[in-house]
């Protein structure tokens, strides 16, 4: 009995731990994208090469050797990224390889977890779940979404679903690095003249949000190589 107290205190304890660490990386997190935004000022059209080549550390479905590639800024508290998020998923299902699927952060202030979310998925990717916990997040986006106070139990018990160390998640999702990831994004974001989520960039150049997956097919279509 007395095994089985000490074990439940210790659960406890890292429960209160994993939360009170995410709650003060949040805080700081929260100041510092209010006080140095950064990647305000627009880039000349090299900084948007630049910025829209796909990097080592993006998260990327599809080849390299792709011949049209999607980037998506989002924000996971987003209702409209939600709305695109099957749309994307069936896309990805249907071009496999054909198209290179990259999404980046950009987390809007206006939405209390939308900046959590994010770094509990960069975080997830530490551990090479990135899309699983991508899914889990949209999939359950009505139970954490529009909440007025971040709750990070929440995402804590989205990592226990995914399978990930939970011991490693809790380090991970309060590191600097990880911010810093995210808030990369953001900054380049900023720079790219994006105002609101989703936006999409296609094979460089930002298109209006198409109205449903025909219209993405259609324009994806357009960029085809004509086949031999």
């Not at 939360?19 to 950064?38: D, E, M, Q």
């Not at 952060?105 to 770094?119: D, E, M, Q, W």
């Not at 909440?147 to 380090?171: C, E, M, R, S, V």
């Not at 025909?214 to 960029?223: E, H, R």
């Amino acid at each position: 009995m007395a095994n089985i107290f000490k074990t439940g205190i210790l659960a406890d304890k890292f429960m209160l731990g994993t939360i009170i660490s995410t709650v003060v990386v949040l805080v700081l997190a929260v100041f510092y994208l209010t006080k140095n935004p950064g990647g305000s000022t627009p880039a000349n059209s090299a900084q948007m090469t630049e910025i829209l080549t796909v990097k080592a550390d993006d998260w990327v479905r599809g080849s390299a050797t792709a011949s049209v590639t999607v980037i998506e800024y989002l924000d996971f508290e987003c209702e409209a990224c939600k709305v695109y998020y099957p749309i994307t998923k069936q896309l990805q299902a249907e071009y496999k390889d054909k198209v290179r699927f990259v999404v980046r952060y950009f987390p809007l202030p206006g939405h209390k977890n939308s900046l959590p979310s994010a770094l509990a998925a960069e975080a997830a990717g530490k551990q090479g779940k990135f899309w699983e916990m991508h899914d889990i997040l949209y999939d359950n986006q009505k139970i954490w979404g529009e909440k007025t106070a971040t709750d990070p139990a929440l995402f804590l018990d989205y990592a226990k679903q995914i399978g990930l160390n939970l011991d490693q998640y809790a380090k991970d999702v309060a590191l600097s690095e990880v911010f810093t990831r995210v808030n990369r994004d953001k900054a380049e974001g900023n720079s790219l003249g994006i105002s609101g989520t989703p936006t999409f960039f296609v094979n460089g150049q930002k298109i209006p949000n198409p109205k449903g997956y025909g219209d993405f097919k259609t324009f994806i279509d357009g960029l085809m190589p004509a086949e031999k």
